[in-house]
């Protein structure tokens, strides 16, 4: 059963219709990777204070990186996915935090294909940081994305990606394609000033500065 699933994902190495793909998922209860001790350290080595900057968070699915930008980190933070269901968690999420601590002060979630949609309805030009966590590896056409990616950055701003690494895993690993290629690895870091790479076990976490 396990297998069959996981065969199944490395037939659909290039999702067609990000929605009709994940909604499906979100919508039945699936959830992620989830963001650990090690993970929000490098957060904090590597992005530093947002001091109220602006943040995007894309393919944010339950908002839980989102939160961790907006609240301890200080950035103002907006994460967009194009499930609804993705959304539908995170704002439920974020409305628990609100009644947990008592502020109002949330980042906030859009429904939005940011491979499809006009990134003009974002609620601000650009980004002191935007994040992109488990979600590099299912882009169809990565070039084009990471040209807007550099077109919503502020000079000066970082791209953080987090992703799983093909190579990390043996050839007959079924879930090997989970990871970005050498390629897509290269195509990812290609063209920034500042390139860094840092593990996070079998996961690779790049800062990429304009
Ligand atoms: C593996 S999940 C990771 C979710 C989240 N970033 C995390 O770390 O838990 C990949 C997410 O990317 C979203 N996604 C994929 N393609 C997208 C697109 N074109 N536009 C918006 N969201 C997208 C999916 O809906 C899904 O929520």
Do not use: N
């Amino acid at each position: 059963m396990d297998f069959i699933a996981h065969s199944r994902r490395r037939e659909q190495r290039v999702i067609a219709s990000p929605v009709a793909y994940w909604e499906p998922l979100w919508a039945s209860g699936r959830r992620y990777r989830q963001i650990t001790d090690t993970e929000t350290q490098l957060l904090a080595d590597h992005l530093g204070p947002g001091h109220g900057r602006p943040a995007l968070d894309m393919g944010c699915g339950d908002g839980a990186l989102a939160r961790h930008l907006h609240h301890q980190l200080g950035y103002q933070t907006i994460g967009v996915d194009c499930a609804p269901s993705a959304i539908a968690a995170a704002t439920d999420a974020a409305a628990a935090t609100d009644a947990d601590a008592g502020s109002s002060d949330q980042p906030r979630f859009q429904v939005m294909d940011f491979a499809a949609d006009d990134l003009s309805e974002l609620p601000d030009p650009a980004y002191a940081l935007i994040t992109c966590r488990l979600v590099f590896r299912f882009i169809a056409d990565k070039a084009v994305f990471l040209d807007k990616v550099r077109q919503l950055l502020v000079p000066g701003g970082t791209f953080w990606v987090v992703t799983e690494l093909a190579d990390r895993r043996a050839d007959d690993d079924p879930l090997k394609s989970l990871g970005v290629t050498a390629p897509d690895v290269e195509l990812l870091t290609a063209r920034w000033s500042s390139s860094t790479a840092v593990d996070l076990d079998r996961l690779a976490c790049f800062a990429l500065r304009p």
